[in-house]
């Protein structure tokens, strides 16, 4: 006997599920060629999508973009403050939008002692006062030992730099009394003496400045410098990288404020991420002009090798859009065994690439599933389309004859 | 008998004279019983195929036929006869529409073929002709009975126990899940036949359908004929073999693309089983 008997399929996929049986070897062509346009543009989608994801992530982890200090050559000097009022107008701007998170600074020389021992005179020291709150969101690498600060505590709870600790000795829970004074030593006025006692709720190590810091609440600062209302910087993190300068530009605006760009490391891993990218992609979009041409030639010789078979079925009354189903049906069978290959190849690629080169995992991707599902129907829908067209150009009895 | 007359080019296209209407629409299905060594003389009706002064010229200009004009009625056998190259094949091809004319006018059924659009030409393809071809064209991956059933396909039919019935009564019901290598020459053209006749076509056209087979096996493709002559189908055979001229009711004899002769058989004609 011949052929099995497919009972429960329409006649129509009986007759494509034969032709894929009998021409496999074509098949195993046509299946390589939808694999080959699948994996480049599936590593794509994987890698833009998480790796972009992943990277604007980092750096926001990486502190602000923007700085926001006073017009004035020397910030953090007293008289050389951001009014609470152009803060204000800074956070009403509609490019503000893109403001992802702010920590405001007010930064001060004080002298550090016990209350009630005779020490209060002691080192000065920079304090910097600042909302713990946001800097808790803002600044994720600090690495505290102890507990966040909690809001209106009394004493105020504060966080010392990990190195000013161990030179002053300031223990966890410890109380110490602030006084505010004259950080070049040469008499100048500094603000009346303030009930400033605060209490260490942690110490605070980041590898940077703020280890020679002591961090103590805004309000408390601004009250120990004389400094109502006033910051010295604000520490702007925008969203996007495209987004900094029209915010930049804004800030530069207003009268009493001055900005100053972060982009350095921005920049640099936006290059990485884009020259990845247009790589992947140019990947892509060869491999796709590549595939697309071998889709053509392959249903070309398929319509080719068939030709009496396109004639026999026009002479039997078949309209191209049956000839095209039931001649291109085994093209997209392969075509789609191909793309769910290629979708498996081309996502352990991009794994392989996140691993290796941005160090993270990446997930399967949806759209990937459908790139993967649409590339080869539509690459060998087309190729038999114009496959069938010049087929059926012709009269029917060429195609017989020429078969 | 029909009585039949040569259109003239210089008349144009003259009505046939029908003796003997039969407007009853042809049944094709294979009837039982014994074959019959001879042809039923018909009662023909209405013309159906209607050719007038077709031409067809190929690339370089060699003509393949040159003013041929005929008029076939319903119920009739029609043997187109020739030597090689006479242009018989090209003017099966147009009537079927398989191939165009340079020039002059087709009508089957009462349609122009020149004025059908390519569905049209689909649905005329499926339900109106049905193709009797000498290389079978059989779907090699395809069973027989799929194979016919590919004919149903395309004209919107699914009825297999029909297909089944016909490759029955054409001696091939054991043979209906094979593939077409695995029958002889006689058994595919008779699957060509059952394929050709499955979607109960006006016409029947048989571009040297014995051409490839023995003795034995032309006789039992002429049986075949026979049988679906005798239930009122209209067939336009085509041979190179003389010998078989006188198989219908009428002979039309085409030398060098143009007719030479279109008339009455002779009597006693019997098609292959009497030839030597």
Redesign the interface.
């Known amino acids: 006997?011949?052929?099995s008997?497919l009972p429960a399929l329409a006649?129509?996929t009986?007759?494509i599920l034969?032709?894929a049986?009998?021409r496999w070897r074509r098949g195993l062509l046509t299946l390589l060629t939808a694999a080959v346009a699948v994996i480049p543009i599936v590593s794509y989608l994987a890698l833009s999508a998480e790796v972009t994801q992943a990277i604007e992530g980092d750096l926001a982890a990486f502190g602000p973009n923007l700085l926001v200090i006073p017009e004035s050559p020397a910030p953090g000097v007293a008289g050389a403050r951001l009014d609470s009022r152009v803060v204000d107008r800074i956070l009403a701007l509609p490019e503000s939008d893109s403001v992802r998170s702010w920590v405001p600074f007010l930064y001060g020389t004080a002298s550090v002692g016990r209350p009630g021992t005779g020490t209060e005179n002691g080192t000065p020291v920079v304090v910097a006062g600042t909302d713990f709150e946001r800097v808790r969101a803002a600044q994720p690498w600090w690495q505290m030992d102890g507990r966040w600060p909690a809001v209106g505590s009394t004493p105020a709870d504060s966080v010392v730099g990990e190195v000013l600790a161990r030179t002053l000795n300031l223990t966890l829970d410890s109380s110490q009394s602030l006084r505010a004074v004259d950080p070049t030593g040469g008499g100048q006025d500094v603000p009346p003496a303030c009930n400033c006692t605060i209490r260490i709720a942690a110490e605070v190590r980041t590898g940077g400045g703020e280890d020679q810091l002591l961090f103590i609440p805004l309000p408390l600062a601004q009250e120990l410098l004389g400094a109502p209302g006033q910051v010295s910087v604000l520490q702007v993190r925008v969203a996007s990288g495209d987004r900094i300068g029209p915010l930049a530009r804004a800030i530069d605006a207003i009268p009493g404020a001055d900005v100053r760009t972060i982009e350095q490391l921005v920049a640099g891993d936006r290059v990485v991420l884009a020259t990845t990218s247009l790589l992947l992609l140019t990947i892509a979009g060869e491999a796709l002009v590549c595939t697309s041409l071998a889709a053509v030639a392959i249903a070309g010789t398929a319509l080719a090798e068939r030709r009496?078979?396109v004639?026999?079925?026009?002479?039997?009354?078949?309209?191209?859009p049956?000839v095209r189903r039931l001649l291109g049906g085994d093209l997209l069978l392969y075509g789609a065994i191909g793309g769910a290959g290629g979708y498996a190849l081309g996502w352990a690629m991009a794994a392989s690439i996140g691993a290796k080169v941005f160090e993270r995992p990446i997930p399967p991707e949806l759209l990937g599933v459908l790139a993967a599902l649409l590339i080869p129907f539509v690459l060998f829908s087309l190729a038999t389309r114009l496959a069938v067209h010049r087929a059926l150009a012709a009269?029917?009895?060429e195609a017989?004859r020429e078969g | 008998m029909a009585r039949v007359r040569l259109a003239k080019k210089e008349d144009g296209l003259q009505p046939p004279q029908i003796l003997e209407a039969r407007e009853r629409p042809p049944d094709h299905s294979v009837p039982d019983g014994p074959s019959m060594s001879r042809p039923i003389p018909r009662r023909v009706g209405r013309p159906v195929v209607v050719v007038s002064g077709c031409q067809k010229v190929y690339e370089g200009k060699t003509a393949a036929l040159r003013e041929v004009s005929m008029t076939v009625h319903a119920g009739e056998w029609v043997t187109i006869v020739g030597p090689s190259g006479s242009g018989k094949t090209t003017l099966l091809?147009i009537i079927?529409s398989?191939?165009?004319p340079s020039a002059g006018q087709v009508r089957v059924g009462g349609k122009d073929l020149a004025r059908l659009d390519?569905?049209d030409l689909?649905?005329?393809?499926?339900?109106t002709v049905g193709?009797v071809?000498q290389r079978y064209?059989l779907?090699?991956?395809?069973?027989?009975e799929?194979n016919v059933?590919?004919?149903q396909?395309?004209?919107g039919v699914?009825d297999p126990q029909a297909a089944r019935t016909i490759l029955r009564k054409l001696g091939l019901g054991h043979r209906l899940?094979?593939?077409p290598h695995?029958l002889s020459g006689g058994e595919q053209q008779r699957v060509c036949i059952a394929?050709a006749v499955v979607n109960r076509p006006s016409v029947l056209l048989c571009d040297e359908p014995t051409g490839n087979l023995d003795g034995e096996s032309s006789r039992k493709v002429f049986d075949a004929f026979r049988r679906l002559h005798a239930r009122g189908t209209t067939i336009i055979l085509v041979t190179h073999q003389e010998g078989y001229a006188a198989a219908g009711d009428r002979s039309i004899r085409l030398v060098d693309g143009r007719i030479t002769d279109d008339g009455r058989s002779a009597p006693g004609r019997d098609g292959p089983a009497s030839t030597p």
């Open positions: 006997m011949g052929s008997a006649f129509p009986r007759l034969r032709g049986r009998l009496s078979e004639g026999l079925l026009v002479a039997l009354g078949a309209r191209a049956a009269a029917p009895v017989l | 091809n079927g398989l191939d165009q390519a569905a689909a649905d005329f393809r499926s339900r193709f071809f064209y779907i090699p991956y395809l069973s027989v799929e059933l590919l004919a396909h395309f004209a699914d899940g094979h593939l695995q394929r």
